[in-house]
T-cell receptor
Framework: EPEVTQTPSHQVTQMGQEVILRCVPI?????FYWYRQILGQKVEFLVS????????KSEIFDDQFSVERPDGSNFTLKIRSTKLEDSAMYFC???????????????FGPGTRLTVT | RKEVEQDPGPFNVPEGATVAFNCTYS??????FFWYRQDCRKEPKLLMS???SGNEDGRFTAQLNRASQYISLLIRDSKLSDSATYLC???????????FGSGTRLSIRP
């Protein structure tokens, strides 16, 4: 069964550093998403991406964050100047069809645990 | 009031029991509803969509009550493997955003 993959599985970085989290969505999917989950808290939507541009973003997704699809397979989340409160699990997801999820299931990757020290 | 609210649990029930979770949402403009399952330190996985007419998938039954703005999930004949956190998810078409509830923890004991 096709799956979304994410690398690295765990990233430790110092406050103020930039990190790039990588995701490889399922190959025929066109819609891509990033979520985060702070330990013990709920999953929070960050951003959705389609046709090489952001289609929706949450209040959390400020100028510190950016997303990119640098080639035909990768989808990245960049966090500039990380803060302690950015420590969380970051999940990438992809879907075949448009928002809303509707009949198009979002498939989640296993996540990248980001620890900012 | 939280946009999507769930009883955090934990629900601790014996194998074979029937257990039900509720979820309430605050925005009547919400359009689509889902139950996801999340195992400890794993990614969420779609369990089922929730339709106004109610829907069933094996031992799982989901119901939507738009008038009262709540969604329910019923698990019959629970198995040890059902132990997980169940996430209520609401899609708000007006804001084009997905809101996850905080989840209800379920633990099935032998």
């Amino acid at each position: 069964e096709p799956e979304v993959t994410q690398t690295p599985s765990h990233q430790v970085t110092q406050m103020g550093q930039e990190v790039i989290l990588r995701c490889v969505p399922i190959s025929n999917h066109l819609y891509f998403y990033w979520y985060r989950q702070i330990l013990g808290q709920k999953v929070e939507f960050l951003v959705s991406f389609y046709n090489n541009e952001i289609s929706e973003k949450s209040e959390i997704f400020d100028d510190q964050f950016s997303v990119e699809r640098p080639d035909g397979s990768n989808f990245t989340l960049k966090i500039r100047s990380t803060k302690l409160e950015d420590s969380a699990m970051y999940f990438c997801a992809s879907s075949e069809g448009p928002e809303p999820p509707g009949d198009y299931e979002q498939y989640f990757g296993p996540g990248t645990r980001l620890t900012v020290t | 009031r939280k946009e999507v609210e769930q009883d955090p649990g934990p629900f601790n029930v014996p194998e074979g029991a029937t257990v039900a979770f509720n979820c309430t949402y605050s925005n009547s403009a919400s359009q689509s509803f889902f139950w996801y399952r999340q195992d400890c330190r794993k990614e969420p996985k779609l369990l089922m969509s929730v339709y106004s007419s109610g829907n069933e998938d094996g031992r799982f039954t989901a119901q939507l009550n738009r008038a009262s703005q709540y969604i329910s999930l019923l698990i019959r004949d629970s198995k040890l493997s059902d132990s997980a956190t169940y996430l209520c998810v609401v899609w708000y078409s007006s804001a084009s955003k997905i809101i996850f509830g905080s989840g209800t923890r379920l633990s099935i004991r032998p």
